[in-house]
């Protein structure tokens, strides 16, 4: 199975501070997902990267996948108490249609 | 459009109980998930379906059963429930895969689901 793991598992930052999520796997990555889940929401997808040195971004959010495709991180610029909430990682099974996230990181923005 | 609707917003069971999840999408998806969410496990995929009439165990399947009732529509069924499945359940849907990647998934408000 794959396995996905995340880093911080919290993080609490003042706003207008830039912060980074990690998101590390044990097998080369297919494609790398990143969503964000308000607390007590569903997930609202952000962004697929899917080619090695791959980069997005979206408003102050850019992603990246390292060339290996074994580690993606996020980056959040300027954050802001709207960006709170967890952000997890996902990626496409080796087999199947299964699909895995990682364990999740906690943003609370303090303003 | 309504997106993703899951039934009910809430549930207590009693251990022995069994119950059925409801998920509908208006999307014209053709693959859904049923995931649950437990705390410092992220989500873990229980089933999905590709397509309609199809339907294949996930990571964690165990003491649950699906059904594709159509394109529309994908329920999620505790036999008998156990306080293990206490959680939150999230049902999503996706146009498909295509190169072993998944699309956008789309996902409903969740299911917070106690068993005493």
């Known amino acids: 199975s794959q396995e996905l793991e995340q880093s911080p598992q919290s993080l609490i930052v003042q706003e207008g501070k830039n912060l980074t999520i990690n998101c590390t796997s044990s097998?080369?990555?297919?494609?790398l997902y990143w969503y964000k889940q308000k607390y007590g929401e569903g997930l609202i997808f952000l962004m697929m990267?899917?080619?090695?040195?791959e980069e997005k971004s979206h408003e102050k959010i850019t992603a990246k996948l390292d060339e290996k495709k074994q580690q993606s991180s996020l980056h959040i610029t300027a954050s802001q108490p709207s960006h709170a909430g967890i952000y997890l990682c996902?990626?496409?099974?080796?087999?199947?249609?299964?699909?895995?996230f990682g364990t999740g990181t906690s943003l609370t923005v303090i303003p | 459009n309504a997106g993703v609707t899951q039934t009910p917003k809430f549930q207590v069971l009693k251990t022995g109980q069994s119950m059925t999840l409801q998920c509908a999408q208006d999307?014209?998806?053709?693959?859904m998930y049923w995931y649950r969410q437990d705390p410092g496990m992220g989500l873990r995929l229980i089933y999905y379906?590709?397509?309609?009439?199809?339907?294949d165990k996930g990571e964690v399947p165990n003491g649950y059963n699906v059904s594709r009732l159509n394109k529309r529509e994908f329920s999620l069924r505790l036999e008998s429930a156990a306080p293990s499945q206490t959680s939150v359940y999230f049902c999503?849907?996706?146009?498909?895969?295509?190169?072993?990647?998944?699309?956008?998934?789309?996902f409903g408000p969740g299911t917070r689901l106690t068993v005493t």
């Open positions: 999307m014209n998806h053709n693959s």
């Open positions: 379906s590709a397509s309609e009439g199809t339907t």
């Open positions: 990267l899917q080619k090695g040195g």
């Open positions: 996902g990626a496409d099974g080796h087999t199947g249609n299964q699909f895995y």
């Open positions: 999503a849907s996706s146009v498909g895969t295509s190169g072993g990647l998944t699309y956008e998934q789309y």
């Open positions: 097998k080369t990555l297919y494609g």
